[in-house]
């Protein structure tokens, strides 16, 4: 059995044990916190719920399997923006950056802020508010590093810093992720993923918001401080596992050593929660050169149709569509891509859009790229 094998089957088998102790608990449901770390911000991987766990590649990798950050092969630099529940004032910002190194590493940096509008505060003497608002401060951001070992194994790993605050409370704490990638075919259409996402420390909210002025109980010429313990609460680890399929409609129109125009791949996931409902889904891309793309997928999970019962507002259903356009006609010139998705919702049933605009700056062609992966498995590059 090859080298290369071998660290593909240990890594998955690390990944599996791991996530043993931490999913599965449906006890434990509605009990996390840090939940936004459940967020896709990214308006491509979101058009199919995230089931492209298999396939997911570039620096909106970094928050869905982060072994498909070392398909970056110069540099990228995108934005996204999240309308949650369009109109309820809820926003999702997020800005990627990710940067070849050498012939087979990538590094990436993701960050991520929630906006929600300003919030009527409340006190005890003023329930309806009346005293002035705040703004809830929720960030994240996420340092990644992706390498790929040779042509089929691909494998990325990541941490991310959490905090979470208003005026006078706050709460911060570190996730830490892992994931894998195997590709094979005779090109490279069959793709499989691992990743084990938001394994990190507990949280606990502290700050004088917990704390409160009232009179001594057995002489009111004083006040006394009462503070208010807090307690602490974990991440929403979970595991996912995904495989896809590239269908080439026009194949046998093109030769071995030409591209395809047409691509149809279809894909399954799994997720398990340690947290929620575990899901299962399926969905489908449909690409024109890499160029135009369309995207659908169902993701279910357990009562998703009962509108009595769903402890989710998402339906379920997901789709979205790509344009990707080269800036010259220069071989290498950069990319800029645009993104949409949408999942309808109930309860409400504003739904969700996400937008994104990615930038790719071209390093080697991937044909190179390929080579350069080879050669440094065999210890050939300089």
Known sequence: MKKSSLKLYFTLAAAIVSASSYAGNKDRSGQAGATELL??????????FGLNTAHVRGMEAMKNNIAGLSYVDGTEIGFSYGAYLKGSQVGINNLAFAQKLGSSGVIGINLQSMSFGEIDATTIDMP????????PQF????????????????AGVGVTYVSEAISNIRASGACFEAGVQYVTGSRDNFHFGVTLRNVGTNMRYSGEGFAINSEAPEDETYVVNRLTPTDKFEMP????????YDFFLDEKKVG???????RLTPMVAFTSNSFNN????????YSFREMFMIRGAYRYEKDIASTENSTTFYTGISAGATVNTRLGKAPGSPNLAIDYSFRPTHRPDNGVHMFSLRFLLHGKNSEARKQDIINDVNGTTN
């Open 39 to 48: 967020i896709n911000p990214w308006g491509a991987s979101t058009g199919v």
């Open 128 to 135: 309806d508010g009346g005293s002035g608002t705040y703004k």
């Open 139 to 154: 960030f994240n951001i996420q340092v990644g590093y992706a390498k790929s070992f040779s042509r089929a194994i691909h």
């Open 237 to 244: 680890t979970y595991l996912s596992i995904g495989a896809s």
């Open 256 to 262: 071995e050593s030409e591209q395809p125009k047409h």
């Open 278 to 285: 575990d899901y299962i889904g399926a969905g489908i891309e």
